[in-house]
Nanobody, 123 residues
Framework: QVQLVESGGGLVQAGGSLRLSCAAS????????MGWFRQAPGKEREFVAA????????YYADSVKGRFTISRDNAKNTVYLQMNSLKPEDTAVYYC????????????????WGQGTQVTVSS
């Protein structure tokens, strides 16, 4: 069982930056691949970024590539999403998710989810 709690969301102007954190409970955090997803009002949940259990492999949606960076600290049971050059279209609720062993892009592949944190980017 893994419990996930996101933090770091807020209101920022276009071009600004935010860093999201996702703190995980459980002693097996380092065995889980982690992902960030987002959901805007009226839209489906979409993949943002993922990181392998070791942190050695990262994956990004085309829409955030070059602007967002996913990382993890297994000693702190935490995964991060550094978001730079934010755009109004990045506005959404951001969720972190855990999947045993391997990364994935489909939300249905993930086993555990946080409650989400709101990111709002004003123009």
């Amino acid at each position: 069982q893994v419990q996930l709690v996101e933090s770091g969301g807020g209101l920022v102007q276009a071009g600004g930056s935010l860093r999201l954190s996702c703190a995980a409970s459980g002693r097996t955090f380092s065995s889980y691949a982690m992902g960030w997803f987002r959901q805007a009002p009226g839209k489906e949940r979409e993949f943002v970024a993922a990181i392998s259990w070791s942190g050695g492999n990262t994956y990004y949606a085309d829409s955030v590539k070059g602007r967002f960076t996913i990382s993890r600290d297994n000693a702190k049971n935490t995964v991060y999403l550094q978001m730079n050059s934010l755009k109004p279209e990045d506005t959404a609720v951001y969720y972190c998710a855990a999947r045993w062993d391997r990364t994935g892009w489909n939300p249905k592949m993930y086993d555990y989810w946080g409650q989400g944190t709101q990111v709002t980017v004003s123009s």
